[in-house]
């Protein structure tokens, strides 16, 4: 079973915004793959305020990221975004990457090679890797994991 937990209230008029923030605390939560925890508002870092954000810019961003790597992924079967998922998790620590998806750090290695490849740009590139991480984050949390439909 999973909570989510709003702010402490100081009055009855703060009870409508904790429990708004509980709910968009315990959708975060779930939508990062987390199906038994307590989720705690204050918790949530920057992702409090992305989950509360409905500007279409930021779908637009992770189509622009992200797109040609899950359409690359749908066309090959492949499972690059999978791959880069690992990557960014380990803050791109090859051999702990590669444990998490089960293969040799050479193949790793050339998964990246076709990632860099497929979406245009050089993966050592610290400002390209923070676009990839937030992209990736952003994809979790407009599409959760029960949502099967893709940028």
Known sequence: MSFGI??????????????????????????????????????????RILART??????DFVRRTLGKLEAYD?????DLIRTLECVVETNFVYKEAAKLLVVHPHTLRYRLGRIGAVLGMDLGNPDRRLELHVALKLRK??????DKRKT
């Open 6 to 47: 709003g702010p402490a209230c100081s009055s009855l008029t703060d009870v409508r915004k904790s429990y708004d923030e509980a709910a968009i605390t315990f959708d975060v939560g779930r939508s990062f793959g987390r199906e038994s925890s307590t989720f705690r508002a204050d918790d949530l870092g920057v992702y």
């Open 54 to 59: 409905q500007n279409p810019a930021l779908l």
């Open 74 to 78: 749908r066309e090959h079967h492949a």
């Open 141 to 146: 949390l407009l599409y959760p994991p029960s």
